[in-house]
């Protein structure tokens, strides 16, 4: 049975740091390749950000230059590491697992970022 299970969420506020974690089992993790996204309240999921088994990085506009996905094959998780964190950031963040055709999700980690 796969499972993908995130932590790592909270309340921070505007300008600080948080890291996601995601830990997965029932994977050949170290394959995969790795999708952060979020959904804010009343908008679409979107992609923040994606790490190919091989390391490769791709982040959404909105979010480079600010957050940081890597990877640790050897205990089959992924980070995202967050720093000068908005309020529009604001969202349930979930990981993805995605191969030929077949996807996983976790049950999402709510960041809220608010002074």
């Known amino acids: 049975q796969v499972q993908l299970v995130e932590s790592g969420g909270g309340l921070v506020q505007p300008g600080g740091s948080l890291r996601l974690s995601c830990a997965a089992s029932g994977i050949i993790f170290s394959i995969y390749p790795m999708t952060w996204y979020r959904q804010a309240p009343g908008k679409q999921r979107e992609l923040v950000a994606v790490i190919t088994g091989g390391g490769v990085t791709n982040y959404a506009d909105s979010v480079k230059g600010r957050f940081t996905i890597s990877r640790d094959n050897a205990k089959n998780t992924v980070y995202l590491q967050m720093n000068s964190l908005k309020p529009e950031d604001t969202a349930v963040y979930y990981c993805?697992?995605?191969?030929?055709?077949?996807?996983?999700w976790g049950q999402g980690t709510q960041v809220t970022v608010s002074s």
């Open positions: 993805n697992a995605r191969l030929s055709g077949h996807g996983y």
